[in-house]
């Protein structure tokens, strides 16, 4: 298919690489930033309720009632880390998925801009995925409601480009999956030290994603 030729990852490959964008920036302090990486790693190695606040203070070489000048709670540092990998999410992959470019530069865009968050934060992506049921419900619900939100900004594009003609899919609901499935076990195997950078992959992921979706793939007859 000449959608996923090597002229076509080619073509993608020089579309992802300028649509790739810069870590952002936090202004955080020194020390809370040391503790939020601590715990990511600690949490992500032991499990959130494998992991105390004496583990914490004792990896950072605190006292243990030093960590209440940052934190309330064991729970606010879950919270806090997996709201700021879902604000990434929705601040720098929706944005592209609801612009007015053309679908196919929307896509090659969007999922570059996914895989870099899951290749810079992957733990915290785990996080996201595996812990978020150990908050309180109230804060798992808004967690839960902007992921489902996000998950829905990709439906929206799938079933606009289904619309317009410039997909072919039967089913954006099951494109969603496609693809968030895939861009997010990215960050269990990808590797900053391997011979392909993340512009790579998601060039290659984006010729695959739009073979899948082609224009001209058409419905698939059922049987009777």
């Not at 799938?158 to 099951?174: K, P, Q, T, V, Y």
């Not at 990808?190 to 950078?197: K, V």
Request: glycine share 6%.
């Amino acid at each position: 298919m000449a959608a996923t030729s090597q002229e076509a990852i080619s073509a993608a490959d020089a579309g992802v690489r300028r649509a790739i964008p810069a870590p952002r920036r936090r202004a955080v302090r020194p020390r809370e930033e040391e503790l939020r990486r601590t715990a990511v790693r600690l949490f992500r190695e032991h499990g959130y309720d494998g992991t105390s606040m004496q583990d914490l203070a004792e990896a950072l070489g605190m006292h243990r009632g030093s960590l209440y000048h940052y934190i309330e709670s064991k729970e606010d540092l879950l919270f806090g880390i997996v709201e700021a990998a879902m604000a990434r999410f929705n601040d720098e992959v929706r944005p592209i998925l609801e612009s007015d470019a053309p679908p196919r530069e929307r896509l090659e865009r969007a999922v570059a801009a996914h895989l870099v968050i899951a290749a810079q934060e992957p733990d915290e992506l785990t996080l996201l995925q595996v812990e978020v049921k150990a908050l309180a419900p109230e804060r798992r619900y808004r967690i839960v409601a902007e992921r489902d939100a996000y998950e829905h900004a990709w439906r929206a594009f799938i079933r606009e480009g289904m619309r317009n003609g410039a997909f072919g899919c039967e089913d954006e609901r099951s494109a969603g999956f496609m693809i968030l499935a895939s861009c997010n076990w990215f960050s269990q195997w990808y590797r900053a030290d391997g011979p392909l950078g993340v512009e790579d992959f998601a060039a290659r992921f984006s010729a695959l994603f739009l073979a899948a979706l082609r224009a001209d793939a058409g419905p698939r007859p059922r049987e009777a």
